[in-house]
């Protein structure tokens, strides 16, 4: 039902092995929300791990707007 969503950025290495996921819309939303949280309470720490993050949880929640947008 879904279209493939990938994950490219600009340090994407083809050459390394990756890891692909089935998951239920609802953990999806899960993971969102986890990492929604972890931004708002972020301590600190490597400023590109923060922004991996915010890519990362921007990249999820396109898949739940597609999700939502096809269901409907």
Do not use: A, C
Request: glycine letters at 2%; proline letters at 4%.
């Amino acid at each position: 039902m879904m279209d493939d969503f990938t994950l490219e950025s600009e340090d994407f290495d083809e050459n390394l092995p990756y890891v692909e996921l089935q998951l239920d819309i609802n953990d999806v939303h899960l993971i969102y929300r986890s990492m929604d949280k972890m931004l708002e309470t972020w301590p600190g720490g490597h400023p590109q791990e923060q922004e991996r993050l915010f890519y990362l949880r921007d990249f999820v929640y396109r898949i739940i707007l597609e999700y939502k947008f096809k269901m409907e």
